[in-house]
């Protein structure tokens, strides 16, 4: 069992940039690959990035490819997503997920975070 809790989100103006992380709990958080979704108002929630247990393998929605990195510290059981190039169409609740495997954490996620809100100005 893992638990994830995000911070970092806030306000920022179009073109800025933000840094959400996921602290996770527990003493197995390598043994997950992680994810990043989020979720707009009457929307869907979305994938946004994932990276493997090791932090070698990476995938992006095409929607944030170029602009989104994701990362990990396997040391500090955090997973991070830095946000570039901001637009206001990536206001959302951002949430941390995690699965056991890399494919998986992108479609059905086992566990999820309680969400970061970032909102982006124009």
């Known amino acids: 069992q893992v638990q994830l809790v995000e911070s970092g989100g806030g306000l920022v103006q179009a073109g800025g940039s933000l840094r959400l992380s996921c602290a996770a709990s527990g003493r197995t958080f390598s043994s997950y690959a992680m994810g990043w979704f989020r979720q707009a108002p009457g929307k869907e929630r979305d994938f946004v990035a994932a990276i493997s247990r090791s932090g070698t393998s990476t995938s992006y929605a095409d929607s944030v490819k170029g602009r989104f990195i994701i990362s990990r510290d396997n040391a500090k059981n955090t997973v991070y997503l830095q946000m570039n190039s901001l637009k206001p169409e990536d206001t959302a609740v951002y949430y941390c997920?995690?699965?056991?495997?890399?494919?998986?954490?992108?479609?059905?996620?086992?566990?999820w975070g309680q969400g970061t809100q970032v909102t982006v100005s124009s």
């Open positions: 997920a995690a699965n056991l495997v890399y494919i998986n954490v992108k479609v059905t996620p086992d566990h």
